[in-house]
């Protein structure tokens, strides 16, 4: 059992979202095996929301280096301290510099927001044995690096699929929608084979 005096830090995180299948017959389970024979599926959620606060188990600074300090180093205060060791030479100068502005302590608690992404998904069924989905990832939060975030992602799926295979060939932009990607995937009885960006292995050279 933990001690619960030595936890550092508390945080809470939840997803939320909903599923959302519509079809003339969702009772049959004809096509799919145990998945309903739905027309358009759309499904929505936002995940990782909440933040994790925690101790700080080292003292430590952030030293503005816009701030010119300049530091005499025949004073008597510094002269003192070096008389007296490298510890006093340490501490004198950083009294120093934070009397001068040019270094701040670091807050006694650090407070991180979860990752938290907004996912938008849509299955839609063309016709028989051929859908179209396509899925949305965008990041809530990318812009504050002090944070932790996924990057932002959106993918076009196009596929053939029955009982016994399956053919889906992804076309993605990826890396906040920086880079284009483009995969292919089989699947033939319980045999699943694919790549969601053979544009990349093609293109990937070796560096020695």
Not at 152 to 158: D, E
């Given at each position: 059992?933990?001690?619960?005096?030595?936890?550092?830090?508390?945080?809470?995180?939840?997803?939320?979202?909903?599923?959302?299948?519509?079809?003339?017959?969702?009772?049959?389970?004809?096509?799919?095996?145990?998945?309903?024979?739905?027309?358009?599926?759309?499904?929505?959620?936002?995940?990782?929301?909440g933040?994790?606060?925690?101790?700080?188990?080292?003292?430590?600074?952030?030293?503005?280096?816009?701030?010119?300090?300049?530091?005499?180093?025949?004073?008597?205060?510094?002269?003192?301290?070096?008389?007296?060791?490298?510890?006093?030479?340490?501490?004198?100068?950083?009294?120093?510099?934070?009397?001068?502005?040019?270094?701040?302590?670091?807050?006694?608690?650090?407070?991180?927001?979860?990752?938290?992404?907004?996912?938008?998904?849509?299955?839609?069924?063309?016709?028989?044995?051929?859908n179209?989905?396509?899925?949305?990832?965008?990041?809530?939060?990318?812009?504050?690096?002090?944070?932790?975030?996924?990057n932002?992602?959106?993918?076009?799926?196009?596929r053939?699929?029955?009982?016994?295979?399956?053919?889906?060939?992804?076309?993605?932009?990826?890396?906040?929608?920086?880079?284009?990607?483009?995969?292919?995937?089989?699947?033939?009885?319980?045999?699943?084979?694919?790549?969601?960006?053979?544009?990349?292995?093609?293109?990937?050279?070796?560096?020695?």
């Open positions: 059992m933990p001690n619960l005096l030595n936890i550092n830090g508390l945080g809470l995180g939840f997803d939320l979202g909903f599923v959302l299948e519509l079809g003339e017959n969702m009772s049959t389970e004809e096509r799919k095996g145990n998945h309903k024979d739905y027309k358009l599926k759309i499904a929505a959620s936002v995940l990782d929301l933040k994790m606060t925690y101790r700080n188990q080292s003292k430590g600074f952030i030293l503005d280096g816009t701030t010119p300090v300049k530091m005499a180093l025949n004073s008597p205060e510094f002269l003192t301290a070096s008389a007296e060791g490298a510890e006093e030479v340490f501490d004198y100068t950083v009294d120093y510099l934070r009397t001068k502005g040019a270094l701040r302590d670091i807050s006694e608690k650090t407070q991180i927001e979860l990752p938290t992404t907004l996912q938008l998904q849509v299955d839609y069924q063309i016709m028989p044995y051929f179209v989905a396509a899925h949305l990832q965008q990041a809530i939060n990318i812009n504050d690096i002090a944070n932790l975030h996924f932002s992602a959106a993918v076009i799926v196009p053939v699929e029955h009982n016994w295979f399956e053919f889906s060939m992804p076309i993605s932009v990826y890396n906040n929608y920086s880079q284009f990607g483009l995969g292919a995937y089989f699947r033939a009885g319980p045999v699943y084979f694919g790549t969601d960006n053979f544009l990349y292995s093609l293109s990937a050279t070796v560096v020695s």
